[in-house]
């Protein structure tokens, strides 16, 4: 059964780059899109995108420019990297398996992120 | 594209409650909708994946459902219990991006 952990700095000052690495177990990233998804403690859920194994990106329009999504089929990983942070990046970040017609059957337990200096 | 849910909703326990999620333009008429169930301090579950499938362990009282009429996705929940007390999340998606809906607050009290 794959299992995902999220993986990184818990504070990132302001106008830094956010970066987290999220380890695959019980299964490859070879065979699945590792996603990212965040949420806002206490609001909801906002897709920030997936990376296939060969390296294909899909991110968030909203957020194209800022995210870069990167996948380690060496260390069975993937990872992000969000740009130019800001107090409006705080939140959960999540790492999950995206499958079939774009959904999320397996997620990490999610890792808070602060953006203070 | 955006996905509307109701901000909170309460029963009581071994009623039955549905869950709206209303799309903008038609895109839960085109494209799979998933529900995800999320208890406080946990990482969300998935209870229905595309439209009306249910994952392996997710009890029957679980039913998605689409109305491509009204554009809307439905989450029912029959026989409530105390432990179905969570946020519920809607999510689809269309060529360009993958969206949730803003969560709906389920009380059963």
């Known amino acids: 059964q794959v299992q995902l952990q999220e993986s990184g700095p818990g504070q990132v000052k302001p106008s830094e780059t956010l970066s987290l690495t999220c380890s695959v177990s019980?299964?490859?990233?070879?065979?699945?899109?590792g996603s990212w998804i965040r949420q806002v403690p206490g609001k909801g859920l906002e897709f920030i995108g997936y990376i296939s194994y060969i390296g294909t990106t899909h991110p968030n329009p909203s957020l194209k420019g800022r995210v870069t999504i990167l996948v380690d089929t060496s260390k069975n990983q993937f990872s992000l990297q969000l740009s130019s942070v800001t107090a409006a990046d705080t939140a959960i970040y999540y790492c999950?398996?995206?499958?079939?017609?774009?959904?999320?059957?397996?997620w990490g337990q999610g890792i808070l992120v602060t953006v203070s200096s | 594209f955006m996905l509307t849910q109701p901000h909170s909703v309460s029963e009581s326990p071994g009623k039955t409650v549905t869950i709206s999620c209303t799309g903008s333009s038609g895109y839960i008429a085109s494209n799979y909708v998933q529900w995800y169930q999320q208890r406080p301090g946990s990482a969300p579950t998935t209870v229905i994946y595309?439209?009306?499938?249910?994952p392996s362990g997710v009890p029957d009282r679980f039913s998605g459902s689409i109305d491509r009429s009204s554009n809307s996705a439905s989450l029912t929940i029959s026989g409530l219990k105390t432990e179905d007390e969570a946020d519920y999340y809607c999510?689809?998606?269309?060529?360009?991006?993958?969206?949730f809906g803003g969560g709906t607050r389920l009380t059963v009290l």
């Open positions: 019980g299964g490859s990233i070879s065979s699945f899109y």
């Open positions: 999950a398996r995206r499958v079939g017609a774009n959904w999320f059957d397996t």
């Open positions: 595309e439209d009306n499938q249910r």
């Open positions: 999510q689809s998606y269309d060529s360009n991006n993958v969206v």
